[in-house]
């Protein structure tokens, strides 16, 4: 078998339902498996999956929530492909993405790993597609918000380049090169991991590259950036990662990022606490209401426009050849049954800064990253 897929889930089924239908138009030339972790989302996520894919994925239904180094872990070793594709469950990929860095690595044999070009949900481009170690000086830069050289922005964003760390939102594996460096670190539950893999791997002897293949990552609809735990688990997995690699340097060189790990961590609990402040005592402004701009065929057109009066949204409608303007308080919502992947991407970014919002006639659901509506 060529390749595995594995997607690890944790309440967000109708994200990973997207997922893999973008998986599978990515694929259908491909020898390919997909395996989906849920880790114990207790939502019906299992039984909405069964229900849409029955067999032709592998369904693995954890009793706990592993987190993500493990979940992956458990699917790595059940998977049967030459290369591992691990990816979050709330992204789409383009419709040549996959065989695209598929290609990559068959030409490039000391590939040990494969980043993508990612979008953000508004079709922006994200900048952590390319990124370097985060060596105790890089660290320190990024601490205090100089983050040039971590991102690697001197890089081409059209042409395929070396990088040091892959996101683990689109991470493709050599499953020889993870025979020799070993899993995911499990010590790391959410977060940190893909750096210290893409720092083994260098370690190995293999390069880490990115591909200029297109995926969209509404980033962090499976968690909650806002809450208490996210800063405890984020910065933890900082110094967790920091103490594997750079432990042994001199205290002079490792005391100054502890410290300003730490001094990130207080900051985002109290930037958290003073808008849970503001916000409770009503003087935080509220967001502009969303503008939905449906753009599809007659059929999606005519759904939408009962959604939008059924939930009372803002909303215009547009033909699939209708120039549409982008505006940062749209969100523009394209019609699945006429539109690929590939396609929701390339017009993201040509039609302005807005919001991406998919809708299927097949499971009549409008997706965007700030919610589900149906």
Not at 22 to 47: F, L, M
Request: glycine share 8%.
């Amino acid at each position: 078998m060529k390749l595995s897929v594995i997607i690890v889930s944790y309440r967000v089924p109708y994200y990973v339902e997207q997922c893999i239908r973008s998986v599978r138009q990515a694929t259908k030339d491909i020898d390919c498996e997909i395996i989906v972790v849920d880790n114990h989302s207790n939502d019906g996520t299992v039984d909405y999956l069964t229900k849409c894919f029955g067999s032709s994925i592998t369904l693995i239904d954890s009793n706990h929530n592993l987190g993500f180094a493990r979940a992956n872990n458990l699917a790595i070793k059940q998977s049967q492909g030459e290369y591992v594709l691990l990816l979050n469950p709330d992204t789409f990929v383009g419709t040549d993405a996959i065989s695209q860095v598929v290609s990559f690595m068959d030409e490039h044999p000391k590939a040990g790993g494969v980043g993508c070009r990612m979008h953000n949900a508004n079709g922006t481009l994200a900048m952590e597609s390319r990124r370097g170690l985060p060596t105790p000086y890089v660290s320190f830069l990024k601490m205090l918000g100089i983050s040039n050289r971590y991102y690697m922005s001197h890089l081409s964003w059209d042409q395929p380049g070396r990088i040091d760390v892959m996101s683990g939102a689109f991470c493709m594996l050599r499953r020889k090169v993870l025979d020799e460096v070993g899993l995911l670190d499990e010590d790391f539950f959410m977060y940190g991991e893909d750096i210290d893999l893409s720092y083994r791997i260098l370690k190995g002897g293999y390069e880490n590259w990115y591909v200029p293949a297109d995926i969209v990552h509404y980033k962090g609809e499976s968690t909650q950036k806002s809450s208490f735990r996210y800063v405890h688990v984020f910065y933890q997995a900082m110094l967790i990662f920091f103490r594997k690699h750079y432990g042994h340097l001199s205290l002079f060189i490792t005391l100054p990022i502890k410290m300003a790990i730490y001094m990130r961590a207080l900051i985002a609990l109290v930037d958290m606490w003073h808008h849970r402040i503001r916000k409770g005592m009503g003087i935080v402004s509220k967001p502009r209401s969303t503008e939905y701009v449906f753009v599809g065929g007659k059929a999606m057109l005519k759904e939408c426009r009962l959604l939008a009066r059924r939930k009372a949204l803002s909303a215009t409608f547009h033909t699939k050849n209708e120039t549409i303007k982008g505006d940062p308080s749209q969100c523009v919502v394209y019609d699945l049954g006429i539109f690929s992947f590939d396609e929701v991407i390339k017009r993201a970014e040509k039609d302005g800064h807005s919001s991406i919002g998919t809708y299927s006639t097949k499971n009549h659901i409008l997706i965007t990253q700030q919610e589900i509506i149906k």
